[in-house]
């Protein structure tokens, strides 16, 4: 299931919901609070910084009943969580570039230990040279660390992911810990009218909280959590072996559970987005362009206008970006003879962007050589502009005829 | 002894296992018979080593305090290594390995999600208790510790201080005390051994937090120990103890030396042993046989530089000055506090 579902109908006539008028950040907090955590930690970072605060906020008017930590950094907010989620806690935090990097090491252990932690990256770009503004730096430097990861483009899309991800993380066929990427600057301050679930059609959709049943901090089952394992003898190893590869297999889950619950969200709310891949006006496209996140706005209207000049170019947004959605991808790439993608951070080993990185592979495995190029742009805050897709799109029609640059393009380069 | 023992009991010896011909009621958590044997037999520690014993006195006090409703979370260090060797785990409570740096704060989210399911009708209390060598708690971890003293978290920490990073071979920590020998401060050079001042202590920078209950004591005097842990778990909030323990390989002492060597550090100043309230010492051990610091350097091997054909009379004196300040500062010479 990728684009076509996007237009099957919903059956579901859902309830009437609240019209608002919100800030990203702020969504990512409404959503927090339908999704109903018992306990979430924070630490203030900009971008992210009021995504907390309207936390907090909620948390002190009653309308949210779950505990706050402020913890003194990062590293202890993921721990806090940790301890929470194994004592039975549906836990949240969000974070960013510094923040992220800052608490690397129980980042990792939280998906090893299979808790179904969600916790939003509002990207940032990082770190040096400094910059507090938007860019999935951060959020791709992590990328292969066990985390599902998530990447929203508008700002309703935001809110209702960020209640979908508790119900992917702590799926019984997943259990590990979700990022909902959102833009920083672009969806983190964007405002834009969103409908609000309400809470009861929220509660029913989440189903009765079980996030501790495979590993607990409890006297009634008590267990030794984490204890040292490998070595190259003994139970260790294979042992070892199994857990990682239970690790992989909850991930691979998570691209049909993820499937599942946005069809889910979309018969009872109303609202379908793509799961995994969306393709747009990618039927009878000669070659297509590839975007993640809130730049996927202006490269769909630099796609219509292209389309209305007689250019045959369509666009493949990836929404699920961990895992690497490889099947729904090589669907899209059956349709196109030449594609380019579009990065919003650097990839150093590979220069080039890091989701082309991933991309080759996809090709390689379509068994056909497809011509393709890496474009990046919107570094540190950067606007990718409908001018700027143009460009992209002139390029890669090139591609068609002529051979492919190794270099990428650095759309901001001469801005 | 009775028809209702249900443990043997091997020490003997101390000033306070001694305890078992006493009535039931009265005797130590140790000396019970239904002693709940925390960390079970079994376990990979060295011969003689001090934080295996205080770890287990501790949690046993504590399960007993607790009605065995409790939960450890446990830094990186000897203590989890030689406790938990997969498949095998020697811990009789829902324990958890978290990582070297972070205990204090994952301690601090097991109790924050006992509380709120508690408030939710969701669960029963469970008490929570943090533990951590000294350099998990004075080096990595102390930013998360001080966080959760600052947020009066209820969640006992334990730290076993053995003055070094004993787990990876015996580095030198910042609790490692003045002139020791360790892998990273060998007895070379103009400055032989640990060259900084007397090592960071802890009790002090937790009492500086104002929170309700700080203590210290030495496995020398396990009754003691048994005594702060209970009345720790007596109290809700962020509560401190730091436990002298020993190491036999790291101090290069006996075996058989370890409850020597504790309370050798008590009874010559170096390691003060008291108990404060809210900031304020409200108590200490008096010193029983007041002894020069010699006594305690002498017998480990961590000091033998000091030692050689030219004694280190200067070293020497400065540490004994450093034992003679803790004497006056907490009081170690006159009769017991309150
Ligand atoms: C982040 C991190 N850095 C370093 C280590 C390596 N390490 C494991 S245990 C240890 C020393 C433990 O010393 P201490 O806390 O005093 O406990 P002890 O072993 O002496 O009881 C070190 C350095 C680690 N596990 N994690
Ligand atoms: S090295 Fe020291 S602390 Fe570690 S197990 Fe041996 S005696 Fe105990
Ligand atoms: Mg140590």
Request: with cysteine; aromatic share 8%; charged share 20%.
């Amino acid at each position: 299931m990728t684009t076509a579902t996007l237009e099957t109908p919903i059956q579901a006539k859902p309830a009437k919901q609240k019209v608002m008028l919100v800030e990203g950040n702020e969504a990512a907090a409404l959503g927090v609070a339908l999704a109903r955590p018992d306990m979430v930690a924070v630490y203030p970072i900009t971008p992210q910084s009021s995504l907390v605060e309207h936390v907090a906020k909620l948390i002190a008017d009653g309308k949210m009943d779950a505990d706050i930590v402020d913890a003194e950094g990062e590293h202890s907010v993921l721990s806090v969580l940790q301890g929470g989620a194994l004592a039975g806690a549906r836990t949240y935090t969000a974070t960013c570039g510094p923040g992220l990097a800052f608490m690397f090491e129980p980042y990792f252990r939280t998906s090893g230990m299979r808790l179904p932690i969600v916790m939003s990256i509002v990207t940032r770009d990082g770190i040096t040279p400094q910059s507090v503004w938007g860019g999935h730096q951060d959020a791709m430097t992590v990328r292969e660390v066990g985390w599902v990861q998530v990447y929203c483009e508008t700002v309703q899309e935001v809110l209702d992911t960020t209640i979908m991800a508790f119900k992917i993380a702590e799926h019984h066929d997943v259990m590990l810990p979700v990022n909902i990427c959102l833009d920083g600057n672009y969806l983190s301050y964007g405002t834009s009218r969103v409908e609000l679930p309400n809470q009861e059609d929220v509660d029913a959709f989440m189903g009765a909280k079980d996030v501790n049943w495979h590993v607990a901090l409890d006297p009634l089952r008590p267990m030794a959590v984490d204890p040292l394992t490998g070595g190259s003898g003994g139970k260790g190893p294979s042992t070892f072996v199994r857990y990682r590869k239970g690790q992989c297999k909850g991930m691979q889950n998570s691209l049909r559970v993820i499937e599942e619950i946005h069809e889910e969200w979309a018969q009872r709310f109303g609202r379908r987005f793509a799961p995994l891949v969306e393709e747009y006006r990618l039927d009878g496209a000669d070659y297509a362009i590839m975007t993640l996140g809130s730049m996927t706005g202006a490269a769909k209207d630099a796609i219509d206008e292209a389309r209305d000049a007689g250019r045959k170019v369509g666009l493949i947004k990836i929404k699920t970006f961990s895992p690497f959605p490889i099947d729904a991808l090589l669907k899209s790439f059956a349709k196109i003879q030449a594609l380019g993608v579009v990065d919003r951070s650097v990839g150093f080993r590979w220069n080039c962007g890091p989701m082309y990185q991933e991309t080759m592979g996809v090709l390689y495995r379509l068994g056909r050589h497809i011509p393709s190029m890496s474009f990046i742009g919107g570094l540190a805050g950067a606007d990718i502009t409908v001018g700027h897709f143009h460009r992209v799109i002139e390029a890669t029609e090139k591609l068609l005829s002529n051979p492919a640059p190794i270099e990428p393009v650095w759309l901001n380069e001469k801005d | 002894m009775s028809a209702l023992q249900t443990v043997k009991f091997y020490q003997t010896g101390t000033f306070t296992v001694g305890n078992r011909l006493l009535a039931p009621e009265e005797r130590s958590v140790q000396a019970n018979m239904q002693r709940t044997n925390s960390l079970n037999s079994g376990h990979r520690a060295c011969q003689g080593c001090g934080e295996a014993l205080g770890a287990r006195y501790a949690i046993d006090a504590a399960m007993n305090a607790t009605n065995r409703q409790l939960i450890a979370a446990n830094a990186t260090g000897c203590l989890e290594v030689f406790s938990t060797p997969y498949p095998e785990t020697s811990w009789q409570i829902p324990w958890i390995h978290s990582l070297f740096g972070n205990t204090a704060a994952v301690a601090t989210g097991i109790a924050a999600a006992i509380k709120i399911k508690k408030q939710k009708g969701q669960g029963q209390d469970v008490r929570v208790v943090a533990q951590g060598g000294d350099g998990g708690t004075t080096d990595i971890g102390f930013g998360c510790l001080s966080g959760m003293f600052e947020r009066n978290d209820d969640v006992l920490y334990i730290c076993y201080d053995n003055g070094g990073y004993m787990n990876t071979g015996v580095q030198r920590s910042s609790a490692t005390p003045s002139a020791a020998r360790t892998a990273t401060t060998m007895p070379l050079g103009p400055e032989p051994g640990n060259p900084f001042g007397q090592g960071k202590f802890v009790p002090a920078i937790a009492m500086a937090h104002e929170i309700p209950y700080v203590a210290t004591a030495t496995v020398a005097d396990l009754r003691d120990l048994e005594n702060k842990v209970t009345k720790a778990m007596g109290i809700r909030g962020a509560r401190y103890i730091h436990i002298l323990v020993p190491c036999p390989l790291g101090w290069g002492t006996a075996s058989h030396d370890t409850i020597r060597m504790a309370r050798l550090a008590k009874e010559t100043g170096v390691f003060p042993v008291f108990e404060a309230e809210y900031g304020e010492v409200k108590s200490a051990l008096a010193i029983r046989r007041p002894l020069p610091v010699e006594e305690y350097l002498r017998p480990q091997k961590r000091f033998a530089h000091l030692f050689g054909k030219t004694p280190a009379v200067a070293t020497i004196a400065r540490i004994q000055a450093q034992a003679d300040k803790n004497i006056r500062r907490y009081g170690l010479l006159a009769k017991e506090v309150a």
